[in-house]
């Protein structure tokens, strides 16, 4: 089992900044993905950004929405997970979902209100 807990979402303006942390707990393995999803009202949810972390060392993917203001980060000793989003607009207000992928099956988080105002 592994708990994700999801801070730092918000309300802010368009041009404005956040960022998200993620924690995880639990069975936490050496070699795993975490990253964020994001789901706005009647959408699906959509990948934000990942972060793989293994013994070729770490790699990232974005949603091509989100490349060059967005930014994902990990600290390994802290099982944490950063977003830092700049550049924000109304379009990314969603709820953003924390997710982390071992060698089982994929966990979420409870999810962090983003709101950005116009």
């Known amino acids: 089992q592994v708990q994700l807990v999801e801070s730092g979402g918000g309300l802010v303006q368009a041009g404005g900044s956040l960022r998200l942390s993620c924690v995880a707990s639990?069975?936490?393995?050496?070699?795993?993905?975490m990253g964020w999803y994001r789901q706005a009202p009647g959408k699906q949810r959509e990948l934000v950004a990942t972060?793989?972390?293994?013994?070729?060392?770490?790699?990232?993917n974005y949603a091509d929405s989100v490349k060059g203001r967005f930014s994902i980060s990990r600290e390994n000793a802290k099982n944490t997970v950063y977003l830092q989003m700049n550049s924000l607009k109304p379009e990314d207000t969603a709820v953003y979902y924390c997710?982390?992928?071992?060698?089982?099956?994929?966990?979420w988080g409870r999810g962090t209100q983003v709101t950005v105002s116009s």
């Open positions: 997710y982390y992928v071992g060698l089982g099956f994929p966990y």
């Open positions: 972060i793989t972390s293994g013994s070729s060392g770490i790699s990232t």
């Open positions: 639990g069975s936490i393995g050496s070699a795993n993905t």
